[in-house]
């Protein structure tokens, strides 16, 4: 009950920000709000290359092409929950390839080589589970600079995520793939940018109070300073 009321809270606020936007705004706000949930780093010499699940067409090529430009050895692939109903076609003997196992035959028809490649078992829906499962992967391992190639409209928010998330040592660079066809100059305009949008506030709602909260508690933690008696 109190996670359908929170999300229907986020819904209420994301309209509000949104439509103030439109109303006090106009164009220029509304491209300020679509340029904000974009957010790339010039590239530089990596130890990985993380591919977030979802949009495995889009992500997983531009992943390659950092990796055959030698920015990074190796690529990790997550694990996103199996379609709704894939499981009663494994029960009737129907195969059929998840997002990994698509994203895997992709980097083979891309010339990435297997023994460069890593995957993760578990399966993570979210970018907050996702983050938790690498860091996990990278624990273990002497990663100092991580890529991580995702959508546009998702790099600000996994970039909070994976940043507040991994070890302070782990140096988080974004890479939103330039093909994505979101224009944050025009996402009013189009109906699946404008889902995508909406979508990634009603989200940042969630990582703004975290980082809000966790802000807080920093605060009160912290000792009070000395009084100096005159």
């Known amino acids: 009950m109190l996670r359908l009321t929170w999300r229907l809270i986020r819904l209420l606020l994301v309209l509000l920000l949104l439509g103030t936007g439109l109303y006090l705004g106009g164009p220029y706000l509304l491209r300020a709000l679509g340029h904000y949930l974009i957010t790339s780093h010039p590239l530089a010499k990596a130890d990985l290359v993380v591919?977030?699940?979802?949009?495995p067409f889009l992500r997983v090529p531009e992943a390659a092409r950092v990796y055959h430009e030698g920015l990074?050895?190796?690529i990790l692939l997550p694990n996103a929950p199996r379609p709704r109903g894939q499981e009663d076609l494994f029960r009737l003997g129907i195969r059929y390839p998840d997002a990994q196992e698509i994203s895997l035959e992709l980097l083979e028809a891309l010339r990435v080589p297997k023994q460069t490649i890593h995957t993760l078992g578990e399966r993570s829906d979210d970018t907050q589970a996702e983050m938790q499962a690498v860091s996990r992967f990278l624990a273990s391992r002497p990663v100092r600079t991580l890529i991580v190639v995702t959508?546009?409209?998702?790099?600000t928010r996994a970039y909070k995520i994976f940043a507040?998330?991994?070890?302070?040592r782990i140096r988080v660079l974004m890479r939103?793939?330039?093909t994505d066809p979101l224009d944050p100059d025009r996402w009013?305009?189009?109906r699946q940018d404008l889902r995508q949008v909406f979508h990634e506030y009603?989200?940042?709602l969630d990582v703004w109070r975290q980082e809000f909260w966790k802000m807080v508690r920093g605060k009160a933690s912290q000792e009070p300073p000395p009084v100096t008696v005159r």
């Open 151 to 155: 959508s546009k409209a998702h790099s």
């Open 188 to 190: 009013w305009k189009d």
């Open 202 to 204: 009603e989200a940042l």
């Open 51 to 55: 591919v977030l699940s979802g949009e």
């Open 72 to 74: 990074a050895p190796e």
């Open 176 to 178: 939103p793939v330039p």
């Open 164 to 168: 507040a998330g991994l070890e302070p």
